[in-house]
């Protein structure tokens, strides 16, 4: 298991690998979004010497909010042209597995209707990323995103896709953590993993990014859920605050929980 975090896309991200590295994160995950981190702002060849110089892995983040399934075609041709211009950047980098969002918030059409569009703008990202040597790996969200029976039609339709599990967003829009189910419908083609907790709610305005145990997810039993589903791999602490002592503690946190089940 590898525990890594995520770059302050507000400012340089070479600058934010060496500050990663320097506080024994094992990878960064790298997303590409405005304002020091825009795809076409990043300094390629710098931003690859802080990753060599620093030896972190690295797992490729797109912007959360790109429109591919919206229902103006221009909109979703800039999206995907985006969504393009960051495979490059990551192919560049030698980034081999990218995170993309669905886009869930789509007004006055059905979720039907918005599922079959993102199948669509998945399908010409996967055979992007093929050609790139790429794999591109699904998060799920929110509302209908975050349930199993929903998602299924979307790898079943584009088989090369591999499944993100974001723990937090499994915590919103039920009674229960989504988690069990997830990982018993997608834990063979699970690549990575994103921990942080909160309190519950109904969407995204829920997703507080909260430091490990501040919120009401029980830590133990998703460690139990990962381990039990035979996962093993990149694991981004995707807590969200500006005193960094949060983020220490909680890999802290989840690196004891971890420990303790191997060896129990």
Known sequence: MQLGAMNNPMRDPAEEIERIAKARFEFVDLTLEPSAARSDRVD???VAKALRETGLGAVGHTAFFLPIASSFDSLRECAFQEMLNSLLVFRD???ARVNIH???KVVLHDNDWVRGQNIEALCRLAEAARGLGQTILVENLFGAWTRADFLRPIFAAVPELRFHLDL???NLDGPVNRAEELLHAFGRILEHVHVSDNYGGTGGGDDLHLPIGAGRIDWPKMVGLLKRAGYDGTITLEIFSRDQDYLYISREK??????EQTSS
């Open 102 to 104: 669905p886009d869930w």
């Open 168 to 170: 937090g967003h499994a």
């Open 44 to 46: 390629v060849a710098r």
């Open 254 to 259: 989840f690196g004891r929980m971890w420990e």
């Open 93 to 95: 980098l030698g980034i």
